[in-house]
Protein backbone atom coordinates (compact mmCIF):
# COMPACT_ATOMS: atom_id res chain seq x y z
CA UNK A 1 0.00 0.00 0.00
CA UNK A 2 1.43 3.48 -0.89
CA UNK A 3 2.20 5.92 1.82
CA UNK A 4 -0.76 8.47 0.45
CA UNK A 5 -3.19 5.87 0.70
CA UNK A 6 -2.23 4.74 4.89
CA UNK A 7 -2.84 8.38 5.54
CA UNK A 8 -5.74 9.27 7.81
CA UNK A 9 -8.80 10.98 5.54
CA UNK A 10 -10.14 13.92 7.71
CA UNK A 11 -13.65 14.79 5.74
CA UNK A 12 -15.07 18.37 6.63
CA UNK A 13 -18.54 19.17 5.16
CA UNK A 14 -19.66 22.78 5.20
CA UNK A 15 -17.08 25.98 4.66
CA UNK A 16 -18.91 28.25 6.86
CA UNK A 17 -17.39 30.23 9.88
CA UNK A 18 -16.79 27.15 11.02
CA UNK A 19 -15.52 24.81 8.47
CA UNK A 20 -13.30 27.01 6.30
CA UNK A 21 -11.04 27.83 9.48
CA UNK A 22 -11.01 24.32 10.76
CA UNK A 23 -9.65 22.75 7.18
CA UNK A 24 -7.04 25.86 6.81
CA UNK A 25 -5.69 25.09 9.78
CA UNK A 26 -5.36 21.10 9.15
CA UNK A 27 -4.53 21.67 5.85
CA UNK A 28 -1.77 24.10 6.61
CA UNK A 29 -0.73 21.88 9.64
CA UNK A 30 -1.18 18.45 8.03
CA UNK A 31 -2.19 18.37 4.72
CA UNK A 32 0.87 20.41 3.41
CA UNK A 33 3.12 18.30 4.98
CA UNK A 34 1.72 14.75 4.30
CA UNK A 35 0.94 13.99 7.18
CA UNK A 36 -2.97 13.56 6.83
CA UNK A 37 -5.18 13.89 4.13
CA UNK A 38 -7.96 16.75 4.25
CA UNK A 39 -11.33 16.96 1.89
CA UNK A 40 -13.47 19.63 2.22
CA UNK A 41 -17.06 19.57 0.53
CA UNK A 42 -19.66 21.92 -0.15
CA UNK A 43 -22.02 22.69 -2.37
CA UNK A 44 -21.45 26.57 -3.43
CA UNK A 45 -18.05 26.85 -4.88
CA UNK A 46 -17.64 29.72 -2.85
CA UNK A 47 -17.35 31.29 0.76
CA UNK A 48 -19.31 34.71 1.57
CA UNK A 49 -19.08 35.21 5.86
CA UNK A 50 -22.08 34.65 6.58
CA UNK A 51 -22.59 37.55 9.39
CA UNK A 52 -21.83 39.88 5.91
CA UNK A 53 -24.88 38.77 4.27
CA UNK A 54 -27.24 41.80 5.22
CA UNK A 55 -24.35 43.69 3.48
CA UNK A 56 -25.20 41.54 0.64
CA UNK A 57 -28.58 42.22 0.46
CA UNK A 58 -28.24 46.18 0.65
CA UNK A 59 -25.82 45.86 -2.33
CA UNK A 60 -22.80 47.29 0.32
CA UNK A 61 -20.63 44.63 -0.11
CA UNK A 62 -19.43 43.34 -3.82
CA UNK A 63 -20.08 39.07 -3.63
CA UNK A 64 -17.85 38.53 -7.11
CA UNK A 65 -14.93 40.96 -5.17
CA UNK A 66 -15.38 39.59 -1.90
CA UNK A 67 -15.94 35.34 -2.34
CA UNK A 68 -13.30 33.35 -1.79
CA UNK A 69 -12.86 30.86 -3.92
CA UNK A 70 -12.88 27.40 -2.57
CA UNK A 71 -10.68 25.13 -4.98
CA UNK A 72 -7.93 28.15 -5.15
CA UNK A 73 -8.10 28.40 -1.54
CA UNK A 74 -7.40 24.72 -1.41
CA UNK A 75 -4.79 24.27 -3.12
CA UNK A 76 -2.83 27.12 -1.47
CA UNK A 77 -3.51 25.70 2.18
CA UNK A 78 -3.43 22.26 1.49
CA UNK A 79 -6.60 20.61 1.44
CA UNK A 80 -8.81 19.13 -1.33
CA UNK A 81 -12.06 20.54 -2.28
CA UNK A 82 -14.90 18.37 -2.71
CA UNK A 83 -17.63 20.39 -4.68
CA UNK A 84 -21.54 19.18 -4.00
CA UNK A 85 -24.25 19.01 -1.15
CA UNK A 86 -23.58 16.35 1.53
CA UNK A 87 -27.43 14.65 1.36
CA UNK A 88 -26.83 10.74 3.05
CA UNK A 89 -24.33 9.01 4.96
CA UNK A 90 -23.24 5.26 4.89
CA UNK A 91 -21.77 4.78 8.36
CA UNK A 92 -21.10 1.41 7.53
CA UNK A 93 -18.51 1.83 4.82
CA UNK A 94 -17.30 5.36 6.26
CA UNK A 95 -18.47 7.19 3.15
CA UNK A 96 -20.65 10.34 2.75
CA UNK A 97 -22.96 10.71 -0.31
CA UNK A 98 -23.19 14.27 -2.48
CA UNK A 99 -25.80 15.16 -4.30
CA UNK A 100 -25.90 15.26 -8.14
CA UNK A 101 -24.37 19.21 -9.63
CA UNK A 102 -26.70 20.84 -11.81
CA UNK A 103 -25.46 23.87 -13.72
CA UNK A 104 -27.21 27.69 -13.90
CA UNK A 105 -29.65 26.22 -16.76
CA UNK A 106 -30.47 22.60 -14.51
CA UNK A 107 -28.49 20.56 -16.45
CA UNK A 108 -26.87 17.67 -14.86
CA UNK A 109 -22.93 18.42 -14.63
CA UNK A 110 -22.73 15.25 -12.56
CA UNK A 111 -24.36 12.57 -10.09
CA UNK A 112 -24.56 11.46 -6.91
CA UNK A 113 -20.82 10.61 -5.65
CA UNK A 114 -19.24 9.57 -2.77
CA UNK A 115 -16.08 10.56 -0.30
CA UNK A 116 -14.52 7.79 2.04
CA UNK A 117 -13.94 9.34 5.41
CA UNK A 118 -11.52 8.25 8.70
CA UNK A 119 -13.18 11.04 10.52
CA UNK A 120 -16.11 13.28 9.48
CA UNK A 121 -16.84 16.42 10.74
CA UNK A 122 -20.57 18.37 10.13
CA UNK A 123 -20.27 21.97 10.31
CA UNK A 124 -23.38 22.49 7.96
CA UNK A 125 -24.67 25.68 9.71
CA UNK A 126 -28.54 26.25 9.88
CA UNK A 127 -31.42 28.62 8.37
CA UNK A 128 -34.14 30.53 9.59
CA UNK A 129 -36.97 29.31 12.04
CA UNK A 130 -40.69 29.93 10.30
CA UNK A 131 -41.98 28.00 13.27
CA UNK A 132 -44.71 26.88 11.20
CA UNK A 133 -46.22 30.27 9.92
CA UNK A 134 -48.07 29.86 6.85
CA UNK A 135 -46.66 31.80 4.35
CA UNK A 136 -43.22 32.55 5.30
CA UNK A 137 -42.00 30.19 2.79
CA UNK A 138 -43.66 31.78 -0.27
CA UNK A 139 -43.60 35.21 0.35
CA UNK A 140 -40.65 36.18 2.91
CA UNK A 141 -37.17 36.67 1.84
CA UNK A 142 -34.68 35.20 3.94
CA UNK A 143 -30.57 35.65 4.55
CA UNK A 144 -29.74 31.99 4.68
CA UNK A 145 -27.18 31.95 2.37
CA UNK A 146 -25.26 34.49 -0.20
CA UNK A 147 -28.19 33.23 -2.71
CA UNK A 148 -31.26 34.55 -0.58
CA UNK A 149 -29.04 37.79 0.36
CA UNK A 150 -28.95 38.22 -3.65
CA UNK A 151 -32.38 38.13 -4.01
CA UNK A 152 -32.90 40.28 -1.31
CA UNK A 153 -30.95 42.86 -3.17
CA UNK A 154 -32.29 42.42 -6.24
CA UNK A 155 -36.20 42.79 -4.78
CA UNK A 156 -34.94 46.33 -2.79
CA UNK A 157 -33.51 47.44 -6.25
CA UNK A 158 -36.13 47.00 -8.25
CA UNK A 159 -38.84 48.53 -5.78
CA UNK A 160 -36.18 51.49 -4.96
CA UNK A 161 -35.76 51.99 -8.81
CA UNK A 162 -39.77 52.08 -9.30
CA UNK A 163 -39.89 54.32 -6.43
CA UNK A 164 -37.34 57.14 -7.87
CA UNK A 165 -38.96 56.73 -11.73
CA UNK A 166 -42.60 57.75 -9.73
CA UNK A 167 -43.69 53.97 -10.72
CA UNK A 168 -44.15 53.22 -6.91
CA UNK A 169 -45.47 55.49 -3.94
CA UNK A 170 -43.08 53.70 -1.23
CA UNK A 171 -40.79 51.01 0.01
CA UNK A 172 -42.75 49.56 2.95
CA UNK A 173 -40.17 46.53 4.47
CA UNK A 174 -40.97 44.44 7.01
CA UNK A 175 -38.97 42.77 9.43
CA UNK A 176 -39.70 39.74 11.64
CA UNK A 177 -37.54 39.34 14.19
CA UNK A 178 -35.12 42.38 16.33
CA UNK A 179 -32.28 39.89 17.03
CA UNK A 180 -28.72 41.32 15.19
CA UNK A 181 -29.88 40.17 12.07
CA UNK A 182 -33.19 41.90 11.80
CA UNK A 183 -31.30 45.18 13.60
CA UNK A 184 -28.68 44.81 11.58
CA UNK A 185 -30.62 44.71 8.05
CA UNK A 186 -32.80 47.58 8.57
CA UNK A 187 -29.99 50.07 9.60
CA UNK A 188 -27.99 48.99 6.52
CA UNK A 189 -31.17 49.17 4.37
CA UNK A 190 -31.81 52.66 5.84
CA UNK A 191 -28.14 53.56 5.56
CA UNK A 192 -28.08 52.33 2.17
CA UNK A 193 -31.40 54.53 0.81
CA UNK A 194 -29.48 57.64 3.00
CA UNK A 195 -26.52 56.36 -0.03
CA UNK A 196 -28.75 56.22 -2.64
CA UNK A 197 -30.32 59.73 -2.22
CA UNK A 198 -27.01 61.27 -1.85
CA UNK A 199 -26.01 59.82 -5.01
CA UNK A 200 -29.46 61.73 -6.30
CA UNK A 201 -32.22 59.22 -6.93
CA UNK A 202 -35.72 61.07 -6.12
CA UNK A 203 -36.58 58.81 -2.95
CA UNK A 204 -37.67 61.06 0.08
CA UNK A 205 -37.03 59.91 3.24
CA UNK A 206 -40.69 59.12 4.11
CA UNK A 207 -40.69 56.93 0.68
CA UNK A 208 -39.19 54.47 3.36
CA UNK A 209 -41.01 52.69 5.89
CA UNK A 210 -39.19 50.01 7.74
CA UNK A 211 -41.32 47.78 10.34
CA UNK A 212 -39.67 45.84 12.12
CA UNK A 213 -41.66 43.05 14.39
CA UNK A 214 -40.93 41.02 17.36
CA UNK A 215 -42.28 38.65 19.63
CA UNK A 216 -40.05 39.41 22.87
CA UNK A 217 -40.74 42.59 25.19
CA UNK A 218 -37.66 44.26 23.43
CA UNK A 219 -35.23 44.36 20.48
CA UNK A 220 -31.94 42.62 20.84
CA UNK A 221 -33.41 40.57 23.89
CA UNK A 222 -30.76 38.97 26.02
CA UNK A 223 -28.03 41.68 25.51
CA UNK A 224 -28.57 43.39 27.92
CA UNK A 225 -30.94 46.41 28.67
CA UNK A 226 -29.01 49.24 28.41
CA UNK A 227 -27.81 47.72 24.78
CA UNK A 228 -31.17 46.97 24.15
CA UNK A 229 -32.57 50.53 24.77
CA UNK A 230 -29.86 52.09 23.13
CA UNK A 231 -30.53 50.15 20.16
CA UNK A 232 -33.93 50.67 20.27
CA UNK A 233 -33.34 54.24 20.56
CA UNK A 234 -31.07 54.88 17.63
CA UNK A 235 -33.84 52.63 15.46
CA UNK A 236 -36.27 54.74 16.22
CA UNK A 237 -34.14 58.00 15.31
CA UNK A 238 -34.08 56.37 11.77
CA UNK A 239 -37.82 56.60 11.63
CA UNK A 240 -37.58 52.58 11.50
CA UNK A 241 -40.89 51.58 13.36
CA UNK A 242 -40.58 48.34 15.94
CA UNK A 243 -43.96 46.96 17.05
CA UNK A 244 -42.14 44.16 20.31
CA UNK A 245 -44.84 41.59 21.81
CA UNK A 246 -46.17 40.88 18.21
CA UNK A 247 -46.87 37.73 17.02
CA UNK A 248 -47.10 36.69 13.27
CA UNK A 249 -50.16 34.71 12.48
CA UNK A 250 -49.97 34.36 8.74
CA UNK A 251 -47.92 36.10 5.68
CA UNK A 252 -49.71 37.00 2.55
CA UNK A 253 -48.66 38.71 -0.27
CA UNK A 254 -49.95 41.97 0.61
CA UNK A 255 -48.40 41.56 3.76
CA UNK A 256 -48.43 40.77 7.88
CA UNK A 257 -51.41 39.11 9.38
CA UNK A 258 -49.95 40.01 13.02
CA UNK A 259 -51.62 38.66 16.23
CA UNK A 260 -54.43 41.29 16.76
CA UNK A 261 -55.87 40.17 13.15
CA UNK A 262 -54.64 43.42 11.46
CA UNK A 263 -52.73 43.38 8.25
CA UNK A 264 -49.59 45.27 8.01
CA UNK A 265 -49.21 45.56 4.45
CA UNK A 266 -45.63 45.70 2.77
CA UNK A 267 -44.10 45.70 -0.82
CA UNK A 268 -40.94 43.66 1.00
CA UNK A 269 -41.33 40.65 3.51
CA UNK A 270 -38.16 39.74 5.45
CA UNK A 271 -37.89 36.83 7.74
CA UNK A 272 -35.04 36.70 9.99
CA UNK A 273 -36.14 35.18 12.93
CA UNK A 274 -35.20 31.47 14.72
CA UNK A 275 -32.83 29.24 13.61
CA UNK A 276 -32.67 25.70 13.19
CA UNK A 277 -30.28 22.94 11.46
CA UNK A 278 -31.32 21.20 8.01
CA UNK A 279 -33.90 18.61 7.70
CA UNK A 280 -31.28 15.66 6.56
CA UNK A 281 -29.74 15.88 9.32
CA UNK A 282 -32.25 14.21 11.35
CA UNK A 283 -32.31 11.71 8.28
CA UNK A 284 -28.21 10.03 9.41
CA UNK A 285 -29.02 7.72 12.17
CA UNK A 286 -27.59 9.98 14.75
CA UNK A 287 -29.39 12.17 17.41
CA UNK A 288 -30.61 15.61 17.01
CA UNK A 289 -32.97 17.68 19.09
CA UNK A 290 -36.15 19.16 17.78
CA UNK A 291 -34.61 21.70 15.32
CA UNK A 292 -32.52 19.09 13.89
CA UNK A 293 -29.05 20.10 15.22
CA UNK A 294 -26.92 16.63 16.45
CA UNK A 295 -26.38 16.40 19.33
CA UNK A 296 -22.64 16.46 20.45
CA UNK A 297 -20.39 16.12 23.56
CA UNK A 298 -18.23 18.03 25.43
CA UNK A 299 -15.46 17.11 22.38
CA UNK A 300 -18.13 17.86 19.74
CA UNK A 301 -18.39 14.18 19.16
CA UNK A 302 -21.60 12.62 18.06
CA UNK A 303 -22.48 9.26 19.45
CA UNK A 304 -20.81 7.69 16.72
CA UNK A 305 -16.64 8.92 17.33
CA UNK A 306 -15.81 9.15 14.08
CA UNK A 307 -18.29 11.91 13.41
CA UNK A 308 -17.88 15.35 15.09
CA UNK A 309 -20.25 18.37 14.62
CA UNK A 310 -20.01 21.71 15.38
CA UNK A 311 -21.30 24.99 15.07
CA UNK A 312 -25.23 26.08 14.13
CA UNK A 313 -26.03 22.92 13.16
CA UNK A 314 -25.16 21.29 16.67
CA UNK A 315 -26.43 21.16 19.83
CA UNK A 316 -23.08 21.49 22.49
CA UNK A 317 -23.20 21.08 26.34
CA UNK A 318 -22.46 25.17 27.74
CA UNK A 319 -19.78 23.95 30.49
CA UNK A 320 -19.31 27.04 31.86
CA UNK A 321 -22.71 28.05 32.26
CA UNK A 322 -24.29 24.65 32.80
CA UNK A 323 -28.30 24.49 31.43
CA UNK A 324 -27.97 27.23 28.85
CA UNK A 325 -27.45 26.09 25.21
CA UNK A 326 -24.34 27.56 23.12
CA UNK A 327 -25.19 30.69 21.13
CA UNK A 328 -25.54 30.09 17.41
CA UNK A 329 -23.15 32.04 16.61
CA UNK A 330 -19.45 33.18 13.94
CA UNK A 331 -18.07 33.59 17.30
CA UNK A 332 -18.65 30.38 19.05
CA UNK A 333 -18.36 28.42 15.61
CA UNK A 334 -14.48 30.05 15.67
CA UNK A 335 -13.32 29.09 18.65
CA UNK A 336 -14.98 25.59 18.05
CA UNK A 337 -13.09 25.45 15.02
CA UNK A 338 -10.10 26.06 16.77
CA UNK A 339 -10.47 23.91 19.40
CA UNK A 340 -11.39 21.03 17.10
CA UNK A 341 -8.19 21.14 15.01
CA UNK A 342 -6.13 21.03 18.26
CA UNK A 343 -8.10 17.78 19.34
CA UNK A 344 -7.89 16.33 15.43
CA UNK A 345 -3.97 16.44 15.74
CA UNK A 346 -3.69 15.56 19.34
CA UNK A 347 -6.01 12.19 18.55
CA UNK A 348 -3.54 11.85 15.47
CA UNK A 349 -0.84 11.55 17.92
CA UNK A 350 -2.45 9.77 20.53
CA UNK A 351 -2.73 12.64 22.98
CA UNK A 352 -5.51 14.17 25.00
CA UNK A 353 -7.50 17.06 24.56
CA UNK A 354 -9.25 19.28 27.49
CA UNK A 355 -13.55 19.47 26.57
CA UNK A 356 -14.50 22.45 24.52
CA UNK A 357 -15.83 25.52 26.74
CA UNK A 358 -16.97 28.17 25.24
CA UNK A 359 -15.63 31.92 26.30
CA UNK A 360 -18.17 34.59 25.29
CA UNK A 361 -16.31 38.03 24.07
CA UNK A 362 -19.80 39.41 24.19
CA UNK A 363 -21.50 40.68 21.11
CA UNK A 364 -21.75 44.08 18.86
CA UNK A 365 -24.42 45.00 16.43
CA UNK A 366 -24.10 47.53 13.28
CA UNK A 367 -26.38 49.96 13.58
CA UNK A 368 -25.53 51.58 10.23
CA UNK A 369 -22.08 53.40 9.01
CA UNK A 370 -20.87 54.61 12.12
CA UNK A 371 -22.70 53.47 15.03
CA UNK A 372 -22.53 50.01 16.60
CA UNK A 373 -23.90 48.58 20.20
CA UNK A 374 -23.10 45.84 22.03
CA UNK A 375 -20.90 44.36 25.07
CA UNK A 376 -17.16 43.13 24.84
CA UNK A 377 -16.24 40.86 27.69
CA UNK A 378 -12.45 41.94 28.29
CA UNK A 379 -10.62 40.29 30.87
CA UNK A 380 -11.72 41.97 34.68
CA UNK A 381 -15.38 43.06 33.01
CA UNK A 382 -17.89 43.08 30.65
CA UNK A 383 -17.81 46.29 29.31
CA UNK A 384 -21.07 48.15 27.19
CA UNK A 385 -20.16 49.71 24.22
CA UNK A 386 -22.59 52.23 22.42
CA UNK A 387 -21.98 54.61 19.05
CA UNK A 388 -19.00 55.42 17.84
CA UNK A 389 -16.49 53.54 19.96
CA UNK A 390 -18.53 50.00 19.50
CA UNK A 391 -18.45 50.75 15.60
CA UNK A 392 -14.12 50.95 15.50
CA UNK A 393 -14.26 47.42 17.71
CA UNK A 394 -17.12 46.17 15.56
CA UNK A 395 -15.29 46.93 11.95
CA UNK A 396 -12.09 45.42 12.89
CA UNK A 397 -14.17 41.71 14.19
CA UNK A 398 -14.02 40.32 10.88
CA UNK A 399 -10.29 39.79 10.10
CA UNK A 400 -10.42 38.93 13.98
CA UNK A 401 -12.52 36.39 13.89
CA UNK A 402 -10.51 34.60 10.74
CA UNK A 403 -6.96 34.97 11.72
CA UNK A 404 -6.60 31.68 10.48
CA UNK A 405 -7.56 31.90 7.30
CA UNK A 406 -5.82 33.38 4.00
CA UNK A 407 -4.55 36.71 2.99
CA UNK A 408 -7.26 37.67 1.22
CA UNK A 409 -9.56 37.74 4.28
CA UNK A 410 -7.13 39.01 6.50
CA UNK A 411 -6.94 42.13 4.13
CA UNK A 412 -11.26 42.19 4.50
CA UNK A 413 -12.41 44.66 5.86
CA UNK A 414 -16.10 45.94 6.31
CA UNK A 415 -16.66 48.28 3.59
CA UNK A 416 -18.84 50.73 1.91
CA UNK A 417 -20.65 50.63 -0.51
CA UNK A 418 -19.58 49.93 -4.76
CA UNK A 419 -20.99 52.98 -6.50
CA UNK A 420 -19.92 52.30 -10.49
CA UNK A 421 -20.18 55.43 -12.39
CA UNK A 422 -19.74 56.39 -16.07
CA UNK A 423 -17.91 59.40 -17.10
CA UNK A 424 -18.19 60.58 -20.43
CA UNK A 425 -14.98 62.85 -20.99
CA UNK A 426 -14.63 65.62 -24.11
CA UNK A 427 -12.30 64.34 -26.64
CA UNK A 428 -11.06 67.44 -28.98
CA UNK A 429 -8.00 67.79 -26.98
CA UNK A 430 -4.76 66.66 -28.46
CA UNK A 431 -3.28 64.89 -25.68
CA UNK A 432 -1.38 61.95 -26.47
CA UNK A 433 -2.57 60.23 -23.02
CA UNK A 434 -5.17 61.53 -20.30
CA UNK A 435 -4.59 63.10 -17.44
CA UNK A 436 -8.08 62.57 -14.98
CA UNK A 437 -7.85 63.79 -11.02
CA UNK A 438 -10.62 62.99 -8.89
CA UNK A 439 -11.19 64.71 -5.45
CA UNK A 440 -13.52 63.43 -2.58
CA UNK A 441 -14.56 65.29 0.62
CA UNK A 442 -12.85 62.59 2.92
CA UNK A 443 -10.44 59.45 2.43
CA UNK A 444 -11.67 56.77 -0.01
CA UNK A 445 -10.53 52.90 0.08
CA UNK A 446 -10.48 51.76 -2.92
CA UNK A 447 -11.14 52.84 -6.30
CA UNK A 448 -11.19 51.37 -10.18
CA UNK A 449 -10.88 52.45 -13.42
CA UNK A 450 -11.48 50.08 -16.04
CA UNK A 451 -7.85 49.04 -15.88
CA UNK A 452 -6.22 50.80 -13.27
CA UNK A 453 -6.55 50.25 -9.50
CA UNK A 454 -6.10 52.33 -6.74
CA UNK A 455 -6.14 51.03 -3.21
CA UNK A 456 -6.32 53.67 0.47
CA UNK A 457 -6.70 56.49 -2.84
CA UNK A 458 -6.71 59.45 0.09
CA UNK A 459 -8.45 62.55 -0.48
CA UNK A 460 -7.25 62.64 -4.21
CA UNK A 461 -6.45 60.45 -6.91
CA UNK A 462 -4.27 61.02 -10.32
CA UNK A 463 -4.90 58.27 -13.29
CA UNK A 464 -2.97 58.52 -16.79
CA UNK A 465 -5.90 57.50 -19.07
CA UNK A 466 -4.38 55.65 -22.84
CA UNK A 467 -7.29 56.37 -24.95
CA UNK A 468 -6.72 54.42 -27.55
CA UNK A 469 -8.24 51.26 -24.63
CA UNK A 470 -10.90 54.02 -23.44
CA UNK A 471 -12.61 54.89 -26.72
CA UNK A 472 -15.91 52.84 -27.60
CA UNK A 473 -18.15 54.23 -30.07
CA UNK A 474 -16.45 57.49 -30.73
CA UNK A 475 -17.17 58.73 -27.88
CA UNK A 476 -14.22 58.32 -24.39
CA UNK A 477 -16.15 56.81 -22.08
CA UNK A 478 -14.48 55.76 -18.02
CA UNK A 479 -15.59 53.38 -16.18
CA UNK A 480 -15.23 54.16 -12.99
CA UNK A 481 -15.68 52.51 -9.35
CA UNK A 482 -15.66 53.80 -6.16
CA UNK A 483 -15.42 51.70 -2.84
CA UNK A 484 -16.33 54.20 0.36
CA UNK A 485 -14.37 53.81 3.35
CA UNK A 486 -17.83 53.54 5.66
CA UNK A 487 -16.95 52.38 8.95
CA UNK A 488 -15.38 55.71 10.16
CA UNK A 489 -17.02 59.03 9.60
CA UNK A 490 -19.38 60.10 7.04
CA UNK A 491 -19.50 58.81 3.74
CA UNK A 492 -16.96 60.67 1.57
CA UNK A 493 -18.69 62.31 -1.96
CA UNK A 494 -16.91 63.26 -4.88
CA UNK A 495 -15.65 66.98 -4.69
CA UNK A 496 -13.86 67.60 -7.67
CA UNK A 497 -13.08 65.89 -11.12
CA UNK A 498 -9.98 67.49 -13.38
CA UNK A 499 -9.23 66.37 -16.40
CA UNK A 500 -5.88 67.54 -18.00
CA UNK A 501 -5.60 70.81 -16.49
CA UNK A 502 -9.59 71.48 -17.00
CA UNK A 503 -12.17 70.90 -14.45
CA UNK A 504 -14.88 69.49 -15.59
CA UNK A 505 -17.37 69.41 -12.64
CA UNK A 506 -18.01 72.33 -10.10
CA UNK A 507 -17.74 71.99 -6.59
CA UNK A 508 -19.46 70.40 -4.89
CA UNK A 509 -19.90 68.08 -7.81
CA UNK A 510 -23.27 67.30 -8.46
CA UNK A 511 -24.77 63.55 -8.78
CA UNK A 512 -25.57 64.31 -12.62
CA UNK A 513 -21.92 64.83 -13.50
CA UNK A 514 -22.13 60.91 -13.00
CA UNK A 515 -24.19 58.44 -14.77
CA UNK A 516 -24.49 56.49 -11.30
CA UNK A 517 -25.18 53.40 -10.58
CA UNK A 518 -25.78 51.38 -7.47
CA UNK A 519 -24.34 47.64 -7.64
CA UNK A 520 -22.78 44.69 -6.54
CA UNK A 521 -21.48 44.08 -9.96
CA UNK A 522 -18.20 44.74 -10.98
CA UNK A 523 -19.26 44.47 -14.69
CA UNK A 524 -21.65 47.90 -15.75
CA UNK A 525 -23.38 46.39 -18.60
CA UNK A 526 -25.31 44.56 -16.39
CA UNK A 527 -26.05 47.13 -14.71
CA UNK A 528 -29.64 49.81 -14.38
CA UNK A 529 -28.94 53.22 -14.10
CA UNK A 530 -30.72 55.75 -11.19
CA UNK A 531 -29.78 58.61 -12.68
CA UNK A 532 -29.71 59.65 -16.62
CA UNK A 533 -26.51 60.86 -17.74
CA UNK A 534 -25.90 64.07 -18.39
CA UNK A 535 -22.37 65.12 -20.65
CA UNK A 536 -19.90 67.13 -18.53
CA UNK A 537 -19.05 70.68 -19.40
CA UNK A 538 -15.87 72.62 -18.92
CA UNK A 539 -16.30 74.72 -16.15
CA UNK A 540 -12.69 76.69 -15.91
CA UNK A 541 -9.01 76.18 -16.64
CA UNK A 542 -7.77 75.39 -13.44
CA UNK A 543 -3.79 75.60 -15.24
CA UNK A 544 -0.68 73.71 -14.63
CA UNK A 545 -0.83 73.59 -10.89
CA UNK A 546 -4.07 71.62 -9.98
CA UNK A 547 -2.61 70.10 -7.25
CA UNK A 548 -4.20 73.49 -4.91
CA UNK A 549 -7.48 72.94 -6.03
CA UNK A 550 -8.01 69.51 -3.89
C1 LIG B 1 -27.14 38.41 8.60
C2 LIG B 1 -26.44 37.65 9.70
C3 LIG B 1 -25.65 38.35 10.61
C4 LIG B 1 -24.97 37.65 11.61
N1 LIG B 1 -24.17 38.37 12.46
C5 LIG B 1 -23.42 37.70 13.36
C6 LIG B 1 -22.49 38.41 14.19
O1 LIG B 1 -22.40 39.65 14.12
N2 LIG B 1 -21.72 37.71 15.06
C7 LIG B 1 -21.80 36.35 15.15
O2 LIG B 1 -21.05 35.76 15.94
N3 LIG B 1 -22.68 35.64 14.40
C8 LIG B 1 -23.49 36.28 13.50
N4 LIG B 1 -24.37 35.57 12.70
C9 LIG B 1 -24.49 34.11 12.89
C10 LIG B 1 -23.34 33.38 12.17
O3 LIG B 1 -23.28 33.79 10.83
C11 LIG B 1 -23.52 31.88 12.23
O4 LIG B 1 -23.76 31.50 13.55
C12 LIG B 1 -22.26 31.18 11.72
O5 LIG B 1 -22.04 31.50 10.36
C13 LIG B 1 -22.36 29.66 11.88
O6 LIG B 1 -21.21 29.09 11.33
P1 LIG B 1 -21.26 27.60 10.75
O7 LIG B 1 -19.87 27.27 10.31
O8 LIG B 1 -21.91 26.70 11.72
O9 LIG B 1 -22.23 27.66 9.49
P2 LIG B 1 -22.25 28.62 8.23
O10 LIG B 1 -21.34 29.75 8.38
O11 LIG B 1 -23.69 28.88 7.98
O12 LIG B 1 -21.68 27.69 7.06
C14 LIG B 1 -22.33 26.52 6.64
C15 LIG B 1 -21.67 26.04 5.35
O13 LIG B 1 -22.17 24.75 5.06
C16 LIG B 1 -22.48 24.66 3.69
N5 LIG B 1 -23.51 23.64 3.56
C17 LIG B 1 -24.81 23.71 3.94
N6 LIG B 1 -25.43 22.55 3.67
C18 LIG B 1 -24.49 21.73 3.12
C19 LIG B 1 -24.52 20.40 2.63
N7 LIG B 1 -25.64 19.67 2.63
N8 LIG B 1 -23.38 19.87 2.12
C20 LIG B 1 -22.23 20.62 2.08
N9 LIG B 1 -22.15 21.87 2.54
C21 LIG B 1 -23.27 22.42 3.05
C22 LIG B 1 -22.92 26.05 3.31
O14 LIG B 1 -22.78 26.27 1.91
C23 LIG B 1 -21.96 26.90 4.14
O15 LIG B 1 -20.77 27.15 3.43
C24 LIG B 1 -25.09 36.24 11.71
C25 LIG B 1 -25.90 35.54 10.79
C26 LIG B 1 -26.57 36.23 9.80
C27 LIG B 1 -27.43 35.46 8.82
Redesign the pocket.
Known amino acids: MSKSAKLHKFVV?????????LVTTLGRKLGKHRKAKVYL????PT?I???????V?TGALNVGEDELNYFTHAYSFGYRFHF????GIDRNRKVII??KIKDLEGNIISGPRELRYDTLVL??????NSFGTPGVEEFCQR???PIG?EKLRRRFLGQAIGVALGRDPKIRIGIVGAG??GV??ASEIFHTMTEIRAYGAKITADQLKITIMEAAPTVLAGVGEHVSAFAHQELTKKGIDIKTHCMIEKVTEKGFILGDGSLLETDIKIW?AG?KA?D?LSTLGLKTDRTNRLQVNEYLQTEDPSIYA?????FAPNIKEPGKTL????????Q??EWLAKRLMNDLKGKSTKPFVFNSQG????LGNSTAVGTVNGLVSKVSLKGKSAKIV?ST?YPA?NDDCNQFMRDFHRRGPNVVGRLELPTDDLYPKYKLKIGFSSPIRQMAFRQLRAKDSGTHKEFIIDPMEMQRNGKLLLDVQIRLHRAFGPTSRVTRIVYNNLALCGDPVDASDFDFFLSTSTSTSTLTPFIRPTNITKIKDVGEDEDDIF
Open positions: VGGGAGGLEVDGSHWKPLLHEAGFMKSDAVGGKTLDNAATELTIHWFGDCAPASAQCAHQAQLVSYLQ
